[in-house]
């Protein structure tokens, strides 16, 4: 006998290597037939909101599908928050779930299809006769539109047969979108003149850019115009010349080198949605810069943009190529005259703040020098976002991974982790969290813990404190009592769940990160590093939300 679960296992595993996920009554059958009869790997998590977020990350990280399950009713409420997340950041995913019997809702039940749609997830329900052809359907959507779905296997249905697998067409794939028609032509014509002309030409490059495998062309148009170049905080990295990149475009960007973007004539943006963070809250950039945006969004996504193009971010970059090799024109030479070591610097604080706790500017500095260079940095939400994007470099897009920010959400961090740790095994997790959000996804410390091991580390910015809302709005005179946390050791948990913790409460008590780094990931567990910081100061990016609040 095959179950209707077989089906669902099987087809599922012809696409996706991994599945994350609690188990519960809803999904027994579908985890039994996906580990005794494919060859999918299924980790476990603890919270099922953690299942949807390691997918995400999984996917983030190796550009590969992912999985999540989860029982129905509250196991599938749990997962709102990542589902939503993933919704609004355009991650393909699979979330496979237990729902209500085709005899209707029980008393426990809820309208999950009414749910999933109400943050903007479509459900695909399996019944007996189609279980396997409704999963790849499931899974072509994914991948067609870049967005998750939940795939609903009714309770009294999952462990019914179904009879023989069925022989499945192969899934369509999805194809780039193409600039067509003499529009696009002409306003590709019109970008290339400009960038071709331009004095001070600047690339902007977002996730889109990244998705696109953009990175070697776009590269190739700074080169032919002499264009300086930066990336949103999703696509570091993308470029190839870091000796003429700004780093991180918007408020997680040195001061010196925001200022220098002022000083465009030309701005190409590809594949960023230009939002308030990037664009400084409308101050990237001089009212004098021509603006260009290259997206698949229906239109230009920021009133300051003066020319748009619609498309995949590397077709269109390739048609640039082209039109500026026709015209031959030499580098504008701008890059080379700029010293951008010396505009990208950073006021890495003292060792101490005021306030007698670590200045978070000093230990974010420090552990930049002491990581590992082959990491992965995965950062949960709220005031710290900003310490590793200011001060820790990393290599590629698929490097810097935030489950979270679509969403604005905070406690995604540990089950990030995972999903890391599996899309790239070779590599050095590294989890920068806050006390916050720490705290609020401590169920899965040990699923991070379990599968990253030695390969893996968390920072926790311990500031006993919400910051992102004391910088806010306890300077607007509001009440900070229900922003304030006590003081909770994170070491001590991590010793817990069989990881390292130390407590740092000065610059010397990160050597305890060099021994470790130097140690081989199979001697070392786990490394927890409790960073008692001053939340007196403040990252430059809350200051401009300040700023831009009181206007």
């Known amino acids: 006998m095959h179950s209707v679960s077989a089906h669902v296992a099987r087809s599922l595993a012809e696409h996706v290597e991994q599945v994350f996920g609690v188990m519960g009554n809803g999904n027994a059958h579908f985890l039994d037939a996906l580990i005794r009869e494919t060859t999918a790997e299924f980790t476990a998590v603890r919270h099922e909101v953690g299942g949807v977020v390691a997918a995400d990350a999984y996917f983030r990280a190796s550009g590969r599908l992912a999985a999540a399950t989860a029982t129905y009713g509250a196991g599938f409420t749990n997962t709102l928050t990542a589902l939503a997340e993933a919704v609004q950041a355009r991650v393909p995913l699979v979330l496979v779930v237990g729902d209500e019997p085709t005899s209707g809702p029980r008393p ?14 479509r459900t695909y329900t399996v019944g007996r006769a189609d279980a396997a052809a409704t999963t790849a359907i499931a899974i072509e959507h994914a991948r067609a539109y870049s967005v998750p779905v939940v795939l609903a296997i009714p309770y009294d249905v999952g462990g019914s047969d179904a009879g023989t697998f069925p022989q499945l067409p192969p899934l369509n794939a999805a194809e780039p979108l193409a600039p067509t ?14 960038l071709a002309e331009a004095g001070r030409p600047f690339l902007l490059a977002g996730r889109g850019a990244w998705l696109a495998r953009a990175g070697d062309v776009l590269s190739a148009i700074a080169d032919a115009t002499g264009a300086v170049t930066a990336s949103t905080a999703l696509a570091r990295g993308i470029f190839r ?8 475009a918007g408020g997680f960007g040195a001061d010196g080198a925001m200022d220098l973007v002022k000083r465009a004539d030309v701005a190409v943006v590809f594949g960023a949605s230009l939002n308030q963070f990037t664009m400084r809250f409308g101050e990237l950039f001089a009212p004098g810069t021509k603006v260009f945006q ?9 009133p300051h943009v003066s020319g748009y193009v619609r498309g995949d971010a590397g077709l269109v970059a390739h048609a640039i190529v082209d039109r500026l090799r026709e015209r031959s024109a030499p580098p504008s030479g701008w890059r080379e005259s700029i010293d951008v070591a010396a505009l990208m610097a950073r006021d890495t604080g003292d060792a101490v703040a005021a306030d007698g706790r670590l200045d978070p500017r000093a230990v974010a500095h420090r552990i930049g020098q002491l990581v590992p260079d082959d990491r992965v940095v995965v950062s949960d939400g709220g005031h710290f976002i900003g310490w590793a994007n200011m ?7 698929d490097r810097m991974i935030m489950v979270g920010t679509a969403f604005q959400s905070i406690g995604l961090g540990w089950p990030s982790v995972v999903g890391a740790a599996l899309a790239k095994p070779e590599a050095t997790v590294v989890l920068t969290t806050g006390d916050g959000g720490g705290l609020m996804a401590l169920a899965d410390l040990e699923s991070a813990v379990r ?7 968390a920072v926790i910015w311990n500031d006993a404190a919400y910051s992102a809302e004391v910088n806010v709005y306890g300077r607007a005179g509001l009440a900070r009592e229900p922003m304030l946390i006590p003081e909770v050791d994170f070491a001590a948990l991590a010793e ?17 990160l060099a021994s470790w780094a130097a ?3 199979g001697a070392r567990r786990f490394l927890v590093l409790d960073c008692r910081i001053s939340g007196d100061v403040v990252a430059p990016y809350q200051d401009e939300i300040a700023r831009a609040n009181a206007r």
């Open 181 to 194: 028609g003499a529009f696009a032509r002409g306003a590709i014509d019109d970008l290339s003149v400009a």
């Open 391 to 397: 001060y820790w470099p990393v290599s590629a897009p």
């Open 241 to 248: 010349r870091s000796e003429f990149d700004l780093g991180v």
């Open 519 to 521: 140690e081989l990931p």
């Open 496 to 512: 817990g769940v069989g990881a390292e913790g130390v407590v740092v409460r000065q610059l010397s008590d990160l050597d305890r």
């Open 451 to 457: 599968v990253a091991a030695g390969r893996g580390m």
């Open 294 to 302: 290259v997206d698949v969004a229906a239109s230009a996504t920021h």
């Open 108 to 121: 426990w039940g809820v309208d999950q299809i009414a749910i999933a749609s109400a943050v903007g997830a």
